[in-house]
């Protein structure tokens, strides 16, 4: 499966954006979603994960109760809505795939097998 992830940009501290991924290739249905991000200097690091039937999400402490991950398997996108943006949101975010056929650890980098090509969001303080 091949990913396209978009909707990165500037924005102020207190701000917001939805950062989207298109897949194609394959069924997307067949596929647990997850955003990750890394910033200058540090390691890529997880952000939130939906499973391929929506049942079950996951989210990294640092963006619980402020970021919102969804996806639409008609249309082969997963979304993350990004709300009350801190400087330290400031990163690569990169969506990901991994067959719901494995038992994965969706928290886990090493899990996924596609990725996107990562979308640069700036929160200005």
């Known amino acids: 499966v091949q990913l396209q992830a978009c909707g990165g940009g500037l924005v102020q501290a207190g701000g917001s954006l939805r950062l989207s991924c298109a897949a194609s290739?394959?069924?997307?249905?067949?596929?647990?979603m997850g955003w990750f991000r890394q910033a200058p200097g540090k390691e890529r690091e997880f952000v939130a994960a939906?499973?391929?039937?929506?049942?079950?999400?996951y989210y990294s402490d640092s963006v619980k109760g402020r970021f919102t991950i969804s996806r639409d398997n008609a249309k082969n996108t997963v979304s993350l809505q990004m709300n009350s943006l801190k400087p330290e949101d400031t990163a690569v975010y990169y969506c990901?795939?991994?067959?719901?056929?494995?038992?994965?650890?969706?928290?886990?980098?090493?899990?996924?097998?596609?990725w996107g090509q990562g979308t640069q969001v700036t929160v200005s303080s």
């Open positions: 990901a795939a991994v067959s719901k056929s494995r038992v994965a650890d969706l928290r886990a980098r090493s899990e996924y097998d596609y």
């Open positions: 290739g394959r069924t997307f249905s067949r596929y647990h």
């Open positions: 939906i499973t391929w039937s929506s049942s079950s999400t």
